[in-house]
């Protein structure tokens, strides 16, 4: 079972550097959305702040954060393994920082191929379902701003888990909503020329 458990943990391990090295690839590509200041204002990944651009040096802090945490499960699982003896079940409290890699980048952006959003990218044929869930005094988010309320949380269904964002002006909702729409009415015509 040890044994099981460890290649488990080193598979994750495995899964999330193959995730941040995607994200690299994908934050050095032109976004489609956003493009100005104006646009960058218009999105909010948690309530408070602005989304930024999707460059390296505007999330330096971030990705170091999140290449040191993946250096430091390596290690902790592989000190784990070869030196220390512990049981399977304390691995789990090793892995407790993974649960927050999401919030670490205050990013999201349309790519041509599909959306950065946190320390994720979701390809367009991952995605399932969107709406606009309108942010009202029954909303988690209504209260944290002027700018938030009135807005709206784009809640996008994922094969996996579903991502969001808060979008603060009607222009940007229907600006995605045109994005959204147009690639998944391109990916259903290319499902139906393949089948």
């Known amino acids: ?3 099981f458990m460890t290649l488990f943990f080193f598979l994750l391990i495995g899964l999330y550097a193959f995730k941040f090295l995607q994200l690299l690839v994908k934050m050095k590509q032109k976004p489609v959305l956003p493009l100005t200041n104006e646009e960058l204002q ?15 040096s505007n999330h330096k802090t971030g990705l170091i954060i999140y290449a040191l945490l993946l250096v ?9 393994v070869f030196y220390w003896d512990i049981e399977w079940a304390l691995y ?5 920082p993974l649960i927050h890699t999401n919030n670490l980048l205050n990013l999201f952006a349309v790519l ?5 959003c946190g320390t994720r990218f979701v390809h367009w044929k991952s995605i399932k379902s969107f709406q606009f ?8 988010f209504y209260g944290y701003g002027k700018e938030v309320n009135g807005g709206y949380e784009l809640k996008i269904q994922t094969k996996f888990l579903p991502v969001s964002c808060i979008v603060t002006s009607d222009s940007m909702k229907e600006k995605l909503t045109v994005i959204m729409e147009d690639r998944s009415t391109q ?3 290319d499902l139906n020329h393949t089948i």
Do not use: A
């Open 187 to 189: 990916i259903e015509r």
């Open 1 to 3: 079972m040890k044994v």
């Open 133 to 140: 869930i309108p942010i009202d005094q029954n909303h988690k």
């Open 112 to 116: 041509d191929d599909g959306l950065l």
């Open 72 to 80: 430091y499960l390596s290690v902790m699982v592989w000190m784990g």
């Open 92 to 96: 789990l409290c090793i892995f407790l």
């Open 42 to 56: 218009d999105i909010r990944k948690n309530p408070q702040t602005p989304v930024e651009f999707p460059t390296f």
